[in-house]
DNA sequence: CGCGAGCTTGACGTTGTTCAACTAGAGTGG
DNA sequence: CCACTCTAGTTGAACAACGTCAAGCTCGCG
């Protein structure tokens, strides 16, 4: 279920890194050609395992990066938001993707052949740096998914994705996109254990639920939560 | 304990891509100024936290890279020989390293200033596709790790690590340099069930034991029981 | 109105960690 | 040459943490 659209990055909504360096060579503007594909709830933006054909950047709404795990267990690496690339981390060399992006909600996305990303990354200096920033952040913040899943209990891994959802939110208070089990998935903890979680820190007042809408009350025991695993 | 000698490219004993990649060019030649530190084992190669100032390359030798979590508890991500970069994931713009490299035995290594190394990637197209291929099965090993962790139980973690460390030695019988613990930071087993599970593995005539020398005697129930994890 | 997806709760069992005690071997100094 | 100590390895028992199973609930939507 998609609406594709052939645009002009100068009349774009959402304007990116890419037409940020781009802008000033004409030459390099007009071998864009990029698309602006709308994908709805649900959808698969792209899938672990296909060859990658485009970088793809989110122009609006929401979608989840994850890996596909065993026995139909996946684990929520990233919610991604508008200015995120999805396709950063399979840019280098690596024909395939090794993670699959969800939309959670109707997402629009914007696709530029990766034949035109290799090549403004072969010869334009500043945008390989934008991008190998990017992509030092992403490793990063792999590296501590590590940590964190394999050392924290799951009070502390469910307090960490708490403080996620909101920084991501850049609101204490934020609208759960995710279902009870999606928000397992971003913290490696079982559906029913996410419930039991959320009732206890409800309970113990460290966060309001409200249906989807959770509001975070006491951020410094949260921390607290998190630090101490 | 180190021993630092500035070494010529050409005299290498182990010479590197960025050899292969600069030696037609005599002013770069002239410019690299490597260095070989020999360090000792358990001697610190880089620390986590501490700031990136040389490209690492591993000449001799064996080394742990690692992360440092929660309580000293640490993942063992790879063992290094030679040809691996160290720096590798942190060449990237991240100024500081995430993780650590300890030496398991005596290591030589050949240190490059970073600010030459930037400059080749930032001049170099072919470095920069090296470095970019490298990187990218990097990560794709770390996300496989992560499931791995994450998903499997112990069996399945102790068995992957077990086929690791053969192909890691071109050779189904190894001699194990780290020790149980080491081991156990490698799959994020405890010590104490790494000893059951090699007692258990050498029970079921999956593996032999002989102290530090290790023997896999059926690899392909190995391969069955890190699939079923 | 009925169905199904998402959510909730309690009981139960498994898995793997932790603790404590013990052994073997290597290195040290009197 | 023998006590010593220190590290690495080993073993058993107890326990805690989580996942799983089963059952029931709720609410939105066709």
Redesign the pocket.
């Known amino acids: 279920m998609k609406i594709n659209k052939e645009i002009n990055c100068t009349e774009c909504e959402n304007q990116c890194d890419i037409f940020d360096i781009i802008k000033t060579q004409n030459d390099l503007l007009n071998k864009v050609k990029p698309i602006h594909v709308t994908f709805k709830k ?1 959808d698969i933006i792209c899938k672990q395992g296909n060859t990658v054909t485009h970088g793809i950047y989110i122009v609006s709404g929401t979608a989840k990066l994850y890996i596909e795990g065993l ?1 139909n ?1 996946n684990i929520i690496l990233y919610i991604l938001k508008p200015h995120n690339y999805v396709g950063l981390l399979s840019f280098f060399e690596t024909p395939r993707y090794f993670y699959s992006v969800v939309a959670l909600e109707q997402c629009k996305v914007c696709m530029v052949d990766v034949q035109f990303i290799k090549q403004l990354y072969r010869d334009n200096h500043l945008f390989l740096c934008r991008l190998n920033e990017a992509f030092g952040k992403s490793v990063a913040s792999i590296m501590q998914k590590i940590i964190t899943l394999n050392q ?6 469910f307090a960490d994705s708490l403080l996620y959802l909101s920084q991501l939110n850049k609101n204490l208070s934020f609208n ?1 996109i ?7 998935e971003l913290c ?9 979680l ?2 206890e820190f409800k309970n113990e007042k460290i966060i309001d ?1 409200q ?2 809408q959770i509001t975070i009350l006491d951020e410094t025991l949260l921390r607290k939560i998190s630090e101490v695993g």
Request: without cysteine; positive net charge.
């Open positions: 649900n026995n267990r924290k209990n799951i009070r502390g891994r759960l995710l279902t009870r089990k999606e928000l397992g490696a903890i079982s559906e029913e254990n996410i419930v039991r959320l009732a639920v249906k989807k």
